[in-house]
T-cell receptor
């Protein structure tokens, strides 16, 4: 059975701290891994990663995939209270019936002032 | 563009009642999805559709039915609601032409079944 596991499940830090969120996966026909940020409502897209191993960056956020370890990390430096959210990892597979995403349970990040 | 919209935003049902959740997208996407999100469970796929007139089961399809009569709409039906279906429901869509499956999400529907 396909599986996506995120750790930690929740995390509380203070503003200015650096955090690392983890995502590991066991899926067949891996195509890509996506990170989403979910605040109060709908998840919004952050990054897409492939087996190429290229790091993606956007401001204080960065992410990379380790194809050997079948995992990815999402780093947030100099955290701010606005980074408080649930961070979701999802793995895309190629299937004959249409591409689907398998989501992890998410990491709930709380950044205290 | 409105993106992905969902109606209603909130609903309270009694056990055994039925209802339909509507998802609409104006991005001309081929793929549409219905998820439910429960505490500690992440997003779980209920049903999805790869095109008008086609639907397929996801991870947790029992107790739900769907229809995709028009490309822009994806309906999720609960024929006989149960308390276990209390959840937040998200609809999403994505383009078949995209190089990866970036899904765009609606704002969610919070459903409570008493």
């Amino acid at each position: 059975e396909d599986k996506v596991v995120q750790s930690p499940l929740s995390l509380v830090v203070h503003e200015g701290d650096t955090v690392t969120l983890n995502c590991s996966y066991e899926v067949t026909n891996f195509r890509s891994l996506l990170w989403y940020k979910q605040e109060k409502k709908a998840p919004t897209f952050l990054f897409m990663l492939t087996s190429s191993g290229i790091e993606k960056k956007s401001g204080r956020l960065s992410s990379i995939l380790d194809k050997k370890e079948l995992s990815s990390i999402l780093n947030i430096t100099a955290t701010q209270t606005g980074d408080s959210a649930i961070y979701l990892c999802a793995v895309e597979e190629s299937k004959s019936s249409g591409d689907k995403l398998t989501f992890g349970t998410g990491t709930r990040l709380a950044v205290r002032p | 563009n409105a993106g992905v919209t969902q109606t209603p935003k909130f609903r309270v049902l009694k056990t055994g009642q039925s209802m339909t959740l509507l998802c609409a997208q104006d991005m001309n996407h081929e793929y549409m999805y219905w998820y439910r999100q429960d505490p500690g469970m992440g997003l779980r796929l209920i049903h999805y559709s790869v095109g008008e007139g086609t639907t397929a089961k996801g991870e947790v399809p029992d107790g739900y039915n769907v229809s995709r009569l028009k490309k822009q709409n994806f309906l999720l039906g609960l024929e006989s609601a149960a308390p276990s279906q209390t959840s937040v429901y998200f609809c999403a869509s994505s383009s078949r032409l995209a190089s990866y499956n970036e899904q765009f999400f609606g704002p969610g529907t919070r459903l409570t079944v008493l």
